[in-house]
């Protein structure tokens, strides 16, 4: 064999190992990426994963809402501010009762109102989903469930029990929000058939 011809053969390798390396590094970059990103927003990411269709799609959502929510001044809300939101919130609940389709129109408003009192811009349902999945990425799940069956109840498609579902669903939220300190509800909590 001539030097050439094993110069060639080094050169063939050198770039094989050089390109398994670099295909190594990449993928793990990227399964390191996903964890991070799996970890920071959980149900959220594999929500838009679903959504979009793949996992990098749904990576880039994610930075761009991360980069957005950078910009919002959020703040906890001042305590009168939150009994009153807490008062209005047990009147919305009451209101159930003899009125499950107002209730839930006003609990969605409300939850508006504590949002934007708290520094999140408040625009359509799915800015507003977007923005909160960066601070909230696992109750923000009750607010998609809650406007999923808003949006059934439009429709004419959701029955009384199907409303008392998305009160819960917007409770959760709404305890978030209004007290950083609550924990998230579960996604499908064991609750009594009153919306509390």
Do not use: C
Not at 74 to 99: G, H, M, S, Y
Not at 149 to 175: C, S, W
Request: aromatic share 8%; proline share 5%; net charge negative.
């Amino acid at each position: 064999m001539s030097s050439g011809s094993i110069f060639l053969i080094v050169a063939a390798i050198v770039v094989i190992v050089a390109i398994v390396v670099a295909t190594f590094i990449y993928y793990r970059q990227q399964a390191e990426r996903r964890h991070r990103f799996r970890g920071r927003f959980g149900p959220e990411y594999d929500r838009l994963v679903a959504v979009l269709g793949s996992a990098r799609a749904a990576e880039r959502e994610l930075e761009q809402r991360e980069r957005r929510a950078a910009t919002f001044h959020i703040r906890a809300l001042p305590l009168e501010d939150r009994e009153q939101f807490v008062t209005r919130w047990r009147q919305t609940q009451a209101e159930f009762v003899d009125n499950p389709k107002g209730s839930l129109a006003h609990a969605d408003e409300l939850l508006g109102e504590v949002m934007n009192a708290r520094g999140y811009p408040v625009q359509d349902f799915e800015q507003r989903a977007a923005d909160l999945s960066v601070d909230h990425p696992v109750v923000v799940q009750h607010y998609h469930a809650a406007h999923g069956i808003a949006l059934r109840h439009k429709k004419g498609e959701a029955t009384t029990e199907d409303l008392r579902q998305a009160m819960i669903h917007y409770r959760a939220l709404f305890q978030e929000l209004v007290d950083e300190a609550a924990p998230a509800a579960p996604l499908h909590p064991s609750v009594p058939h009153a919306a509390e």
